[in-house]
């Protein structure tokens, strides 16, 4: 039996703050990650899941609990082993803005990683290919530009290409689609839908906007001020929520639900099947054509 | 101008942009004008500044263009000669305290602990010392000489230095790049120097660049007041020695003090501008 | 509907800004109206020019970078489209009112609640007993009373939202613009804001224009719904029309995006391509270099206006007579 390529046992973390209350961001939270897995972990702020995030990207460490990279516990590594297991254990961040160094380009960025992952020189055929992974086509277009030249959804592209770059085990995406348009979210979904099926990458997904959860993952757990408080199949627990937080984050996603009749191709023809009829020549977006008091 | 991506001077077309702020591009030229003196003053206009002549307090025209002081002393070539010690000591001294200051803030910005502590007690110490009052008394009890002169201006100005650059090092420690950075496995030093700093540096190289302008003050501050070595020729020498001809020989005052003016405008002119230019915020918008 | 009279009417409304040395089309043919007692919402992705319009509703747009360039605004009858920054005075607050996506940065942090939702009802009815009113403000938007007395960041974000809507609401507006009203709430307290939102319209007899990129919020709060795209109007009408049967492949799009509709290969339905260049002025349908069921005509020439007589209509070649 394969040990789970990410397994977070007991963590807990309090900050204590100099002048205020200690406050206790994750309370005794365990979670576990198969291979090739997408696990949702869903909460809204303040719920302590970027935290969590970071604790298991051992970015902070923990006040006690474990986390296990691939069946071996990160807390005793030296720090140089832990810098040569970090590459099994990548990030997407949330704010594409902040995500990337504004003093290097493209090239750069990407070279970074690549020679990190063990390459002693990087040609633009690699970075091209990777680019072209997260489809930025043509790479030339992309390899000389800056961060902050790019559109939100380029970036986030490039912030993907980046987290794969090292070909990692498990990717940790801390709300990689808010702030996103609706269309470029859809975008990057079927990007890491197709990543998890050509690299066989885990996902923990950090998101507070339980459609994505649906759409996506296999398992979902639900976080609400540090701890976890409902888990299991992202089916199961959609259909019989046992917590009534987790009942509200789910009435929210339904207000998008049918009848919106799409799965069914709308007929386009300006026969019967056209929702306009036949044209109504005055009908425009302002109130000209209506005949209203003014 | 070749663009060195990661070098902040070369990005975005420096000429294209510093021309939007023509203060600062009317600033730089000036600069770049008493560098060029610095440099070919002595050589196109040559003249030992301290040569005594028997041609005393004339007014300015003629054969000497900015007329003469007391002792028959060519006023203009003195200016000349002047620009650079100024320059010199500006540059010296902000150089040193911004390198010292960079060094100490970003350190303690982005390792925090007991180091950051003591350098902000330092810092906080140097803050409310009235600093013109301690360069004095450190350049009466030390003695005279340029480099003790310089030393004393570093000394003074690092603390403001080290502060900016924690500052700014503590800000954008914060970003997610960094932590982007420690996920692939860099260094903690390297991750300083190689994506902090550069980013942070801005703010620092603005400052810097009106602490020369400090420097040249606090130089010819100290010189007015007889505290500088005294075959050195510089402005707040010419100062001193105009000042007890002030309504007789205004030249003699009006020259050099126009002079140390228009210099130290300059630079912080060029700082504001610089500031406003490489403002983090500003960045990519 | 003929009987009722229009608060805001917007009419191709055509806006510029100068941003580097380039002009920035931020709407090119923008309309809508909105009548007494309506909900209406404005859908849009970022760059569809949405908050341009919000802005130019209320003389917003920044003065020397902005022009209209076309097209006209009537509030309540009168063409506010050139007014000046002291007309536009009288304009805001009464009869149309606005409040925004982040209440931490519209709110005065160092004044108290009381004292910003006092200033408002003052500037609009100087002999208001202010104390009273606010409370009742305070009371309509479901705050204690003890909010008078807290400065905004002692706030959480929801009770911030509803401060601002107090003050908004302390010039009796005709019309409530609510620029992305939920976008920086939590789920929970979103579900509230928007029922708040519904019982003030019922309440005080004032309509609603709701601008969001959220298409479930729009559904569920709207009468009718205006689709923007790079700063035109390409479909409107009534909420369920529009979202359900949509004449736009671009609004289909966006729809079946939105809730994340999966396909036979088990990715998601999306709109193809990225967001749409400002700088371009659109002599033709703007959504063609996206759109998968393009023809030539939509790249030459702008599409004509078509509805229905429920008032859903949407401009595309697809409707035109004898297209295929």
Same mark, same amino acid.
């Given at each position: 039996m394969n040990p789970p390529v990410l397994e977070l046992s007991r963590?807990?973390? /309090?900050?204590?703050?100099?002048?205020?209350?200690?406050?206790?961001?994750?309370?005794?939270?365990?979670?576990?990650? %198969?291979?090739?897995?997408?696990?949702?972990?869903?909460?809204?702020?303040?719920?302590?899941?970027s935290t969590l995030a970071r604790l298991a990207l051992r970015l902070i460490a923990p006040d006690s609990g474990t986390?296990?990279?691939?069946?071996?516990?990160?807390?005793?590594?030296?720090?140089?082993?832990?810098?040569?297991?970090?590459?099994?254990?990548?990030?997407?961040?949330?704010?594409?803005?902040?995500?990337?160094?504004?003093?290097?380009?493209?090239?750069?960025?990407?070279?970074?990683?690549?020679?990190?992952?063990?390459? /002693? =020189?990087?040609?633009?055929?690699?970075?091209?290919?990777?680019?072209?992974?997260? %489809?930025?086509?043509?790479?030339?277009?992309?390899?000389?530009?800056?961060?902050?030249?790019?559109?939100g959804g380029q970036r986030q592209r490039l912030a993907i290409a980046r987290a794969i770059a090292p070909?990692?085990?498990?990717?940790?995406?801390? %709300?990689?689609?808010?702030?996103?348009?609706?269309?470029?979210?859809?975008?990057?979904?079927?990007?890491?839908?197709?990543?998890?099926?050509?690299?066989?990458?885990?996902?923990?997904?950090?998101?507070?906007?339980m459609l994505v959860a649906r759409a996506f993952s296999h398992r979902v757990a639900v976080m609400y001020r540090g701890r976890i408080i409902e888990e299991g199949s992202t089916g199961e627990v959609l259909a019989a929520p046992r917590h009534p937080y987790t009942q509200n984050l789910i009435?929210?996603?339904? =207000?998008?639900?049918?009848?919106?009749? #799409?799965?069914?191709?709308?007929?386009?023809?300006?026969?019967?099947?056209?929702?306009?009829?036949?044209?109504?020549?005055?009908? *425009?977006?302002?109130a000209s054509h209506l005949t209203l008091d003014r | 101008m070749t663009r060195n991506p990661g070098?902040?001077?070369?990005?975005?077309?420096?000429?294209?942009?510093?021309?939007?702020?023509?203060?600062?591009?009317?600033?730089?030229?000036?600069?770049?004008?008493?560098?060029?003196?610095?440099?070919?003053?002595?050589?196109?206009?040559?003249?030992?500044?301290?040569?005594?002549?028997? #041609?005393?307090?004339?007014?300015?025209?003629?054969?000497?263009?900015?007329?003469t002081d007391d002792l028959g002393r060519d006023v203009l070539a003195e200016l000349v000669y002047g620009v650079r010690v100024s320059l010199f000591v500006g540059f010296v001294a902000a150089f040193a305290a911004t390198i010292a200051g960079t060094a100490v803030g970003a350190i303690a910005g982005y390792f925090g602990g007991w180091f950051d502590t003591v350098v902000m007690r330092i810092a906080e110490f140097f803050q409310v010392m009235p600093t013109f009052i301690l360069a004095v008394v450190i350049v009466a009890l030390a003695g005279p000489g340029l480099t003790r002169v310089i030393a004393v201006i570093a000394l003074l100005s690092w603390p403001q230095t080290a502060r900016v650059a924690r500052g700014e090092v503590l800000r954008v420690s914060r970003l997610d790049f960094v932590d982007g950075a420690r996920c692939l496995g860099i260094p903690e030093w390297r991750i300083l120097f190689g994506e902090v700093l550069p980013n942070a540096i801005g703010p620092v190289i603005a400052l810097g660049t009106l602490v020369v302008g400090y420097a040249i003050l606090l130089e010819a501050s100290l010189s007015f007041l007889g505290l500088s070595s005294p075959d050195t020729v510089s402005w707040g020498r010419l100062l001193s020695v105009g000042q007890r001809f002030l309504f007789s020989a205004w030249w003699l005052s009006a020259f050099p003090g126009l002079a140390i003016f228009l210099t130290v405008l300059a630079f912080n002119l060029l700082g504001d501008t610089l500031s406003e230019m490489l403002n983090p915020r500003r960045s990519g918008n | 509907m003929p009987d009722k009279r229009l608060i805001l009417e917007v009419d191709g409304l055509h806006v510029t800004y100068a941003s580097r040395g380039r002009t920035v089309h931020a709407l090119q043919d923008a309309s809508l109206f909105v009548a007494e007692g309506e909900v209406v919402g404005l859908a849009g992705e970022s760059g569809s020019g949405k908050s341009t319009l919000a802005r130019a509703v209320l003389g917003l747009l920044p003065q020397g970078i902005t022009r209209i360039i076309n097209g006209r605004i009537v509030i309540a009858g009168d063409d506010v489209t050139h007014y000046s920054p002291r007309q536009w005075e009288g304009v805001r607050g009464n009869p149309v009112a606005i409040v925004f996506q982040d209440p931490l940065s519209f709110l005065n942090p160092v004044m108290r609640v009381g004292d910003q939702i006092g200033e408002s009802v003052?500037? &609009?009815?100087?002999?208001?007993? /202010?104390?009273?009113?606010?409370?009742?403000?305070?009371e309509l938007v479901k705050l204690q009373p003890s909010v008078l007395r807290r400065y905004p960041h002692e706030l959480s974000g929801g009770m911030r939202q509803r401060a601002m809507l107090a003050i908004a609401l302390g010039c009796k507006p005709r019309l409530l613009i609510a620029d992305e009203p939920t976008t920086a709430l939590d789920a929970t307290t979103q579900t509230e804001i928007l029922a708040l939102l519904r019982e003030l319209r019922a309440t005080l007899?004032?309509?609603?224009?709701?601008?969001? #990129?959220?298409?479930?919020?729009?559904?569920?709060?709207?009468?009718?719904?205006?689709?923007?795209?790079?700063? #035109?109007?390409?479909?409107?009408?009534?909420?369920?029309?529009?979202?359900?049967?949509?004449? &736009?492949?671009?609004?289909?799009?966006?729809?079946?995006?939105?809730?994340?509709?999966?396909?036979?290969?088990?990715?998601?339905? /999306?709109?193809? *391509?990225?967001?749409?260049?400002?700088? %371009?002025?659109?002599?033709?349908?703007?959504f063609f270099s996206r759109c998968t069921q393009v023809m030539d005509v939509c790249r030459q020439q702008i599409p004509p206006a078509r509805g229905n007589r429920d008032g859903h209509g949407a401009r595309c070649w697809l409707l035109e007579d004898g297209r295929e």
């Open positions: 963590l807990s973390k /309090t900050f204590r703050p100099r002048d205020a209350m200690p406050l206790r961001a994750v309370d005794d939270v365990s979670l576990h990650i %198969e291979r090739g897995e997408c696990v949702a972990l869903v909460g809204e702020s303040g719920s302590g899941k986390v296990r990279l691939q069946g071996r516990s990160l807390m005793q590594f030296s720090p140089q082993a832990l810098r040569a297991a970090r590459l099994m254990m990548q990030p997407i961040f949330q704010d594409p803005a902040a995500s990337f160094n504004p003093r290097r380009t493209v090239r750069a960025i990407l070279s970074q990683v690549l020679v990190q992952a063990g390459a /002693t =020189s990087v040609g633009d055929e690699q970075l091209s290919a990777l680019l072209a992974r997260v %489809e930025l086509r043509p790479a030339r277009d992309y390899l000389n530009r800056y961060p902050h030249e790019l559109s070909q990692p085990a498990v990717i940790i995406a801390d %709300e990689p689609l808010s702030g996103a348009d609706v269309s470029i979210r859809a975008q990057i979904l079927n990007l890491l839908v197709d990543l998890q099926r050509d690299f066989g990458v885990a996902y923990l997904l950090i998101t507070h906007d009435a929210a996603v339904q =207000s998008l639900d049918p009848p919106f009749a #799409h799965d069914v191709p709308a007929p386009v023809d300006n026969r019967s099947g056209n929702p306009l009829q036949r044209g109504y020549a005055g009908s *425009g977006p302002g | 070098d902040p001077n070369t990005e975005g077309n420096g000429i294209r942009r510093i021309s939007r702020y023509p203060a600062g591009l009317a600033s730089a030229s000036f600069i770049l004008l008493l560098a060029g003196v610095a440099i070919i003053g002595p050589v196109l206009y040559p003249g030992d500044p301290l040569a005594i002549s028997e #041609h005393t307090l004339l007014r300015p025209g003629g054969a000497y263009w900015l007329g | 003052r500037r &609009h009815d100087p002999a208001a007993r /202010t104390t009273a009113r606010s409370m009742e403000l305070l007899d004032m309509s609603l224009l709701v601008i969001s #990129h959220d298409l479930g919020l729009l559904r569920w709060n709207c009468d009718r719904v205006y689709v923007m795209y790079a700063g #035109h109007t390409l479909e409107w009408g009534p909420t369920g029309d529009v979202l359900a049967r949509s004449a &736009h492949p671009y609004t289909r799009g966006l729809v079946d995006a939105s809730r994340l509709r999966r396909l036979p290969d088990d990715h998601f339905a /999306t709109i193809g *391509g990225d967001v749409p260049d400002l700088h %371009e002025r659109y002599r033709c349908c703007p």
